[in-house]
């Protein structure tokens, strides 16, 4: 005996826990469903879930496109997953333990107001009842469910295993919470062995490859809402990720690394890349957010030491957006360029996942969670810093415990890498894309260092604690350490910014200088730092025989009679070229600006301020 269920209008009309979410309704003025133009397109059905996907278009005030249509019409795809008969024992949430989590208000409680709980996201890893002595006595076990994740179809062969090498990495960590091979990496069934299978079944948790130029990853998951039981995850790892990867690489060790003096690395430095970025997504798979206070546990220093970075990574948690080691300097060798599973990882892991036999309920388990927490108190090691904005132990893209020490470092590296910009990034018959690419980088990465320093400014740290703990929980920064950052803003956004050039254009040499003129240093301090400059290029070119200077609003062109003039500067551009002085450079303005003639240039506010630098 079957039911059959008419669900017609559960995806046709407009129900709105199903439809466009109320933030876009009023962002697009959206009035009422346009019942004709919409429509189911396909429903799916496998063991535990539905997968619906059906068409709406609503009719828009404001339609983000073709505005003369009135309408807006999305394709949404709405998935209905059955749940487990016997929900997973909850694990309450703590603050002091980064972690992703579900909140429920519980009305049942005795205190005298509504409480929010809030319990952790994490898969079901349970002890078989054949090993619960094994256990008892410290051996490792496996679970009696393992944590598996499928590598899609359409991945590249060649990457498929460093994502493999990725995910099971984490079971260094689940070894720390009594568990082995407790996430293992597998290849999907061929199409000849089982045609069925498919990503969308929620039995099967995958990484996705997305042939898309989008430069991302990302690591979603379900999650059972009474228990925080993880039901499913499927990584999404867009094509352009590699991109990404290559550009943050190379501006961050090409000083040091030969490796990364190139634009197109090899297979197996890509690949190394590729599974720093498997792991991390796999990390917030398994219930861990970003931890961005992690990479402030290790002195600046300590990074530049091979043995240190060997052992620990360049940070205690491949959670952080620490990236790559930009502090290693030139005869560091042997230093460790990127982070690994780190400490905190396993702690973490280990925290969230290691059953606790004893305890019948979630209650139960909480003073041996606050016991393992208070172990670690005062490690920095150990700590969850969630960015805040205004914390300075807790950036993105930050290294050490320093951001002055570690940033001198970086600029230092960056100087290194600009004047190796065209060879790096040239290749016979083809444009300097990859130069204007890699030079932007470079930029991003110097803006970078000046807001890991300017965040010091007014900063507060913040240190999660109970009532029981000892110490602040906000902590202003040191007023000296302050006054050294602002002399570090001063000392490094100087008056210009010099980038020298030369080029070919139909058979002639043409010569650039762009200088960037600083504004004001509070409006650099306030992060609007390319709003703080004003741009001034020169530019010699021999075809027409000219010297072109402009700035953001004007320019002016200044003939060169003769060919005699022409080659003399010509030399002195070359001269400039080779020494690549900025005093030099600045002198060689003030000939130019000398040999402008008295026009509206002149006039203007922003050009004065130039000229009198």
Wanted: proline letters at 4%; hydrophobic letters at 30%.
């Amino acid at each position: 005996l079957s039911t059959v269920i008419d669900i017609s209008n559960l995806f046709q009309k407009d129900v709105k826990a199903l439809g466009l979410p109320a933030s876009r309704r009023k962002r697009y003025k959206i009035t009422r469903l346009e019942n004709d133009k919409s429509f189911i397109e396909t429903i799916k059905s496998y063991p535990k879930n539905i997968e619906a996907r059906h068409v709406k278009t609503y009719a828009s005030g404001a339609p983000p496109s073709n505005s003369s249509t009135g309408t807006i019409s999305i394709e949404i795809n709405n998935s209905m997953i059955l749940l487990p008969e016997e929900p997973m024992k909850r694990r309450y949430y703590d603050e002091r333990v980064g972690w992703f989590a579900r909140g429920q208000v519980d009305y049942g409680l005795e205190d005298q107001e509504s409480k929010t709980v809030r319990y952790l996201d994490r898969w079901r890893l349970e002890v078989k009842d054949e090993d619960i002595d094994k256990f008892k006595r410290g051996e490792l076990v496996e679970p009696k469910k393992q944590i598996i994740y499928y590598i899609d179809r359409a991945t590249p062969k060649k990457w498929r295993k460093y994502i493999k090498q990725g995910i099971e990495d984490w079971q260094i960590a689940f070894e720390e919470a009594g568990f082995k091979n407790a996430i293992i990496a597998k290849d999907p069934p061929s199409i000849e062995e089982n045609p069925e299978w498919t990503p969308e079944d929620v039995r099967y948790s995958v990484v996705r490859y997305l042939a898309s130029p989008i430069p991302n990853a990302n690591g979603p998951h379900v999650s059972d809402p009474r228990s925080g039981e993880i039901l499913e995850s499927d990584i999404n790892w867009y094509h352009n990720v590699m991109s990404l990867l290559q550009g943050w690489f190379f501006v961050q060790t090409a000083a040091i690394n030969p490796e990364a003096q190139r634009v197109g690395f090899k297979d197996e430095v890509m690949g190394e890349l590729i599974k720093f970025v498997s792991s991390h997504e796999v990390g917030h798979t398994l219930g861990l957010p970003h931890n961005m206070g992690s990479s402030s546990a290790y002195k600046v220093e300590q990074l530049r030491d091979p043995k240190f970075t060997k052992d620990y990574g360049t940070a205690p948690s491949i959670m952080d957006y620490a990236r790559f080691n930009y502090v290693a300097q030139p005869g560091d060798t042997g230093v460790a360029l990127m982070p690994n599973i780190g400490i905190y990882d396993k702690y973490a892991i280990k925290w969230g996942y290691r059953p606790i036999l004893d305890a019948m309920t979630a209650n139960d388990e909480k003073k041996t969670l606050d016991q393992w927490i208070l172990q670690h108190a005062d490690d920095p090691m150990y700590r969850f810093g969630q960015y805040q904005g205004i914390d300075p132990s807790a950036q993105t893209e930050d290294l050490g415990d320093n951001a002055i020490t570690a940033s001198i470092y970086g600029i230092k590296n960056l100087k290194r890498i600009v004047p190796n910009l065209i060879k790096w990034t040239s290749k016979d018959g083809e444009t300097y894309g990859d130069l204007s690419e890699m030079y932007g980088h470079v930029v991003s990465q110097f803006n970078r260092y000046m807001g890991h320093v300017t965040t010091n400014i007014g900063g507060v740290y913040k240190y999660s604690k109970t009532t029981d703990q000892a110490g602040d929980v906000f902590t202003n920064v040191e007023k000296s350490h302050q006054k050294n950052c602002l002399n570090f803003i001063n000392e490094n956004l100087d008056d210009e910014r010099i980038s020298v050039y030369k080029e070919m254009k139909y058979g002639y040499r043409h010569y650039h200088i762009t200088v960037l003129i600083k504004h004001e240093i509070n409006s650099a301090i306030n992060k609007s730092m390319y709003n703080s400059y004003n741009q001034l290029s020169i530019t010699l070119d021999n075809r027409n025989k000219c010297i072109v200077v402009s700035s953001s609003e004007n320019e002016e062109t200044i003939t060169i009679e003769n060919e005699e003039t022409l080659n003399k500067w010509s030399d002195i551009f070359e001269e400039y070229l080779s020494k690549n002085l900025e005093d030099n450079v600045k002198n060689m303005i003030h000939n130019v600006m000398s040999k402008m003639s008295d026009k509206d240039l002149y006039r203007e506010y922003q050009m004065k301020k130039i000229f009198k630098k």
